[in-house]
């Protein structure tokens, strides 16, 4: 299972283009509410019902956690302490975390950055501590996925896919999708 956080003020795209990449690689992705309400607004006003809310996750539950950017989304996740203790745990057991745009500066904060590359939106490499932050649309360390922001949404979301299912399968969808 994949888990896509979704607070208020996310970046619309980051999401929705993720989540699509993934569930046509056929992997199995839950629109996850992070604040008071299944339904999340956008950064840009769209209203998005989650699956689910993150107080029905198991801790050790998911074979991926990802983060969408956007503000004030990323802030959001920042202060969400559920999602703080969920990335701790996951970190720990060397699972899959990526972060797109602002909210690699969750991952800052809590330090899983360190001794890492990553990129992330312009002028928000400073919330990267410990980490060496690349000009690069999608960054790959370890159990690491870091995206830049919007435009890297597609190729994010297939750096995640190629963890599950192979190069293969993503270029299958990248051709149709019209992407190669």
Do not use: W
Not at 11 to 40: P, S, W, Y
Not at 65 to 92: D, F, I, T, W, Y
Not at 112 to 133: D, M, Q
């Amino acid at each position: 299972m994949i888990y896509v956080f979704l607070a208020n003020g996310f970046e619309e795209i980051e999401a929705l283009a993720t989540v699509d990449v993934l569930r046509r690689c056929g992997l199995d992705v839950k629109l996850t509410a992070v604040g008071d309400d299944i339904r999340v607004k956008g950064a840009h006003q769209m209203e998005v019902t989650a699956d689910t809310h993150i107080n029905e996750i198991e801790p050790a539950a998911g074979d991926a956690l990802v983060l969408p950017g956007g503000m004030p989304g990323s802030l959001n996740l920042l202060k969400c302490e559920r999602l703080r203790e969920l990335l701790v745990a996951h970190n720990g057991r060397n699972g899959l975390i990526a972060a797109i745009c602002a909210a690699p500066m969750v991952l800052g904060d809590l330090g899983l950055l360190e001794g890492r590359k990553a990129t992330c939106y312009p002028s928000f490499e400073k919330y990267l501590h410990g980490a060496t932050p690349l000009t690069e649309m999608v960054v790959k360390d370890g159990h690491f996925i870091t995206g830049k922001g919007p435009a890297a949404a597609v190729d994010f979301g297939c750096a995640i896919a190629e963890n599950f299912v192979g190069g293969q399968a993503v270029t299958e969808v990248r051709q149709g999708m019209l992407f190669e």
